[in-house]
């Protein structure tokens, strides 16, 4: 099956995988999510997101009986489902498929309190209203499975230590198991449920808290469970919750490059993480990137957003303003220089401006955040997105022409953020662009 690719690169809602849940605060899935859809080209979601993301669930019960900012993203054909069943039309009759076939009515896959509320047929309307109108539905091609069967291998089965950060060679000692027998153990069971399936991250997952002393391992998937239950020492916990983001960040990688989405690691740690620097080794120019543009703008908080009509916040993003925005922004990624910097920075102002000045008074509207612009061109065509600032944990914002991932890494301390900006300004923390390969 040939996939059907978005043209403007709809990014991954990585902040809604329940597998990350135990590592993205609710209010850094917020500012994904404003930031996503309102800097962005719209978000894709990976089928099973709708269902069991307790923090998805979490917005929509918020908003109470008014249709949600992420409701009304899906009403406006912005959230794109990602679906592994082409005969799937709706997202009623994905749910059914889902809940009663692919995983056989077991209640631990969802987040029974949505379905169990009358907010549940109501959230099934407004995402089926979009989907019917828009028709924006991808289907996943065949291989997702054996392509992070393959990352895997490449970058941690049998392998020699990547350059990890200074510091952290001894996580690849302590997960060695994890790496190997593991591995083959949940390749085994991957190919019980599908012979030509690849590997299933579920069954690494299955395995390696088998491995660390869980009983009924198949039940468990959150980091914080497995290790309250196998009680661990300090330095296995460690090593072992650094892992499992390690076979998130593959995982998102390798689901982004096969349906030709932005991809986007929200939890990346540049002083604990690999992936990013093998990739960019592995680029036509691995020394680019290092020449950035730097200002300093204002962006919407998300505590003004959260207080704005979603309506009002969607017609916006379809609006004129962020025409500019876009036009601006596709007008740098194809020639990155002072000139087109420097216009981007001004639309980018222009477009929040607008966001801003529909509510006159509540909430502080925005706040100064960093923004680096960069001139890389890597072996992928780039795309970006900008970034909301939060009152908690305030980004700084890296613009990155012409590379390959998203990363993004919020810094719970803004002291210590705002330190850090004032020592060192190039150090790039977060970071949105896209795995599609140039077309020739």
């Known amino acids: ?46 089928e099973a ?39 799937i039309n709706s997202i009623n009759e994905l749910y059914h498929y889902l809940a009663y076939d692919k995983y056989d009515n077991k209640k631990e896959y969802f987040q029974q309190e949505l379905f ?49 950060p200074q510091g952290q060679e001894w996580i690849w000692e302590e997960s060695e198991l994890w790496r190997n027998s593991c591995f083959e153990e949940a390749l085994i069971n991957s190919k019980k449920i599908d012979s030509n ?20 391992s198949e039940k468990y998937h959150s980091i914080n469970q497995i290790l309250e239950l196998a009680k661990p020492n300090p330095k296995t916990s460690s090593a072992l919750r650094i892992f499992w983001s390690w076979l998130n960040q593959s995982y998102h990688i390798n689901f982004s490059e096969k349906l030709g989405l932005v991809a986007d690691l929200p939890n990346y740690n540049p002083n604990k993480d690999f992936l990013v620097d093998e990739l960019k080794i592995n680029s036509k120019n ?19 957003l959260l207080s704005v009509n979603p309506k009002k916040l969607i017609n916006t993003r379809l609006g004129s303003a962020a025409d500019d925005y876009f036009e601006s922004l596709n007008a740098f990624q194809n020639s990155p220089n002072d000139s087109t910097a420097q216009h981007f920075v001004k639309q980018y102002q222009d477009y929040s401006k607008e966001i801003c000045n529909l509510r006159t008074f509540g909430h502080k509207k925005s706040k100064k955040i960093p923004l680096s612009l960069s001139s890389s061109h890597f072996q992928y065509a780039g795309y970006l997105t900008s970034a909301i ?52």
Request: aromatic share 12%.
């Open 197 to 216: 399936g690849g590997l299933r991250r579920g069954q690494l997952f299955s395995s390696i808290a088998k491995e660390v002393g869980v009983k009924n």
């Open 1 to 46: 099956m040939k996939v059907k690719h978005i043209s403007d690169r709809a990014q991954l809602l990585s902040v809604a995988d329940e597998a990350l849940v135990d590592d993205i605060r609710y209010e850094d899935f917020e500012n994904h999510l404003f930031n996503d859809v309102l800097f962005g080209k719209g978000v894709a979601l990976h």
């Open 116 to 164: 169990e509320s009358a907010r549940f047929d109501k959230y099934i309307k407004n995402l089926d209203f979009g989907l019917a109108t828009k028709n924006n539905a991808i289907f996943w091609p065949e291989g997702i499975g054996i392509g992070y069967e393959n990352f895997i291998r490449k970058n941690f089965y049998k392998q020699e230590p990547p350059q990890l």
């Open 49 to 87: 997101y709708y269902f069991n993301s307790s923090h998805l669930l979490r917005h929509i019960i918020n908003s109470g009986d008014e249709s949600s900012f992420f409701e009304e993203t899906a009403i406006a054909g912005l959230a794109i489902p990602a679906i592994s069943e082409t005969g």
């Open 389 to 440: 600032s939060a009152t908690t944990s305030q980004p700084k914002l890296v613009i990155l022409s012409g590379a390959f991932l998203a990363f993004g890494l919020y810094l719970r301390n803004e002291e210590e953020k705002l330190k850090e900006y004032e020592k060192e300004k190039t150090e790039p923390i977060l970071l949105k662009v896209s795995l599609n390969k140039k077309s020739s």
């Open 286 to 304: 691995p020394n680019d990137g290092s020449s950035f543009h730097h200002f300093l703008v204002d962006a919407p908080s998300t505590e003004y």
